[in-house]
C-alpha cells in the first residue's frame, strides 16, 4: 500500500524567509508525487508533480520540491515567503498518476510579518 | 473554463437524517471524483467514475452512502443515514481522461456537519 507522511501539522515562517514543508513516501513501485493547495473555504489546486521525468520539479507559484529516492523524501521548498502562501497544502502519491491519489494529513503554513 | 462545480456549500444535518450533494464536473471530463476530507486529515478517494460506470469505490461504505453519475456529466453523492462521524467536506473532482498524466480538478467541497 501507498502512503505519505507529512511532518508538521503546522509550520510558522516570516514573510521572506526560506519554506520547506516535508513529505516522506511509501511505495512498493515508483510513485507518482504530488503537492497540492488548499486556500480557505476552496478546494485543492495542483502546485507540482513528480511523474519521473526530473528530480526536482518547479511549481507554480515559486514552489518546487526534489524527488529524492535515496531518502523516500519530497519536501516541497520556496525561497521566500509571501503572506498569500498562507495555506494547507497535502503531499499526495500515486501508483497511477492523478487516479487514486493518496493524501497526507496536510500541513498549514502560517506566514506572519 | 468554468470549473467544477458543487452544491449546496454546506449543510447541517441531524444524525439519522438524509442528505445528497451535487457535482457537476468541468465540461467534457469523463472522470469524476468524490472525496471525503475529514478535519485533519487529508482527502480520501471514496469513489471514482469513468464515464458513467464506477472505476473504484472500494473505501466507500456502501451501507449508507450511495452515488450515481446517470448520464456521465453530472454526480450526486447520497449519505442515508447519516452519523456523526460523516462530518467532513466532500470534494468533487474531474478529468479529462484516466491517463496517467491527466490532472484532476476539485471543486470547492460541501461542508456537512452532523449534529
Redesign the interface.
Known amino acids: 500500500a501507498q502512503s505519505v507522511t507529512q511532518l508538521g501539522s503546522h509550520v510558522s515562517v516570516s514573510e521572506g524567509a526560506l519554506v520547506l514543508l516535508r513529505c516522506n513516501y511509501s511505495s512498493s513501485v515508483p510513485p507518482y508525487l504530488f503537492w497540492y493547495v488548499q486556500y480557505p473555504n476552496q478546494g485543492l489546486q495542483l502546485l507540482l508533480k513528480y511523474t519521473s521525468a526530473a528530480t526536482l520539479v518547479k511549481g507554480i507559484n515559486g514552489f518546487e520540491a526534489e524527488f529524492k529516492k535515496s531518502e523516500t523524501s519530497f519536501h516541497l521548498t520556496k525561497p521566500s515567503a509571501h503572506m498569500s502562501d498562507a495555506a494547507e497544502y497535502f503531499c499526495a502519491v500515486s501508483r497511477v498518476g492523478f487516479q487514486k491519489l493518496v493524501f497526507g494529513t496536510g500541513t498549514r503554513l502560517l506566514v506572519s510579518p | 473554463e468554468a ?2 462545480a458543487q452544491s449546496p456549500r454546506y449543510k447541517i444535518i441531524e444524525k439519522r437524517q438524509s442528505v445528497a450533494f451535487w457535482c457537476n464536473p468541468i465540461s467534457g471530463h469523463a472522470t469524476l471524483y468524490w472525496y471525503q476530507q475529514i478535519l ?6 471514496l469513489i ?1 467514475f469513468q464515464n458513467n460506470g464506477v472505476v ?1 469505490d472500494s473505501q466507500l461504505p456502501k451501507d449508507r452512502f450511495s452515488a450515481e453519475r446517470l448520464k456521465g456529466v453530472d454526480s450526486t453523492l447520497k449519505i442515508q443515514p447519516a452519523k456523526l462521524e460523516d462530518s467532513a467536506v466532500y ?1 468533487c ?1 474531474s ?1 479529462y481522461e ?12 460541501t461542508r456537512l456537519t452532523v449534529v
Not at chain 2, 485533519?40 to 478517494?45: A, N, S, V, Y
Not at chain 2, 484516466?98 to 467541497?109: C, D, L, M, R, S
Open positions: 470549473g467544477v485533519g486529515q487529508g482527502p480520501k478517494l471514482q473504484d470534494l473532482a478529468s484516466t491517463g496517467w498524466n491527466t490532472e484532476a480538478f476539485f471543486g470547492q467541497g
